[in-house]
């Protein structure tokens, strides 16, 4: 009985430290199952931001699809100019040669004219022209020729020589 009677007085004095250890036990487990509420409400925010993040990885995506087509319309359409300007420059070209052509003609048919003839025919036109096909004509051909070609269109034709023109 003694040893009861000591079993049981030990229990009595462990009773209370037993006590205090299932509070301390079921305080964490309550914590464990409830969170506190600043680490619930980290994981909230935490959430929103990734949910945030996702939103705009989204919309940037979605302008860069729309950056990439527009930027294809862009190459296309520059492809389309390029080609548009080869052509302009090329009928140009065959213009200017035509141009040159005509020119030659007639500067061979002013050739075989007499220099005051000629001159008498070449003041009758545009001063462009003149000043064109003296540009094209042979030194020979236009020394003869300048003495029956207006004095103002012969200055004219030698300021736009020296000029650079």
């Known amino acids: 009985m003694k040893k009861l009677i000591g079993v049981l007085v030990l229990l009595l004095m462990a009773l209370p430290l037993l006590w205090n250890e299932r509070q301390v036990f079921t305080a964490q487990a309550a914590e464990v199952k409830n969170p506190p509420r600043s680490m619930s409400g980290e994981a ?35 492809a389309e100019l390029n080609a548009a300007k080869k052509g302009i420059e090329e009928s140009l070209t065959a213009k200017k040669k035509q141009d ?23 003041n009758k036109l545009d001063e462009k022209m003149v000043i064109q096909m003296l540009n094209q004509m042979d ?12 004095q103002p269109r012969v200055l004219e034709w030698t300021r736009l020589n020296l000029a650079g023109k």
């Open 44 to 78: 909230a925010a935490l959430e929103a931001k990734r949910q945030q993040l996702a939103q705009k990885e989204a919309a940037l995506a979605a302008k860069e699809a729309a950056l990439n087509q527009l930027s294809a319309k862009l190459d296309a359409r520059v």
């Open 100 to 122: 040159d052509d005509r020119y030659k003609k007639m500067i061979k048919i002013y050739k075989g004219l007499k220099p005051d003839e000629a001159g008498t025919l070449l």
């Open 139 to 150: 030194q020979k051909t236009a020394v003869k020729l300048i003495p029956f070609i207006n």
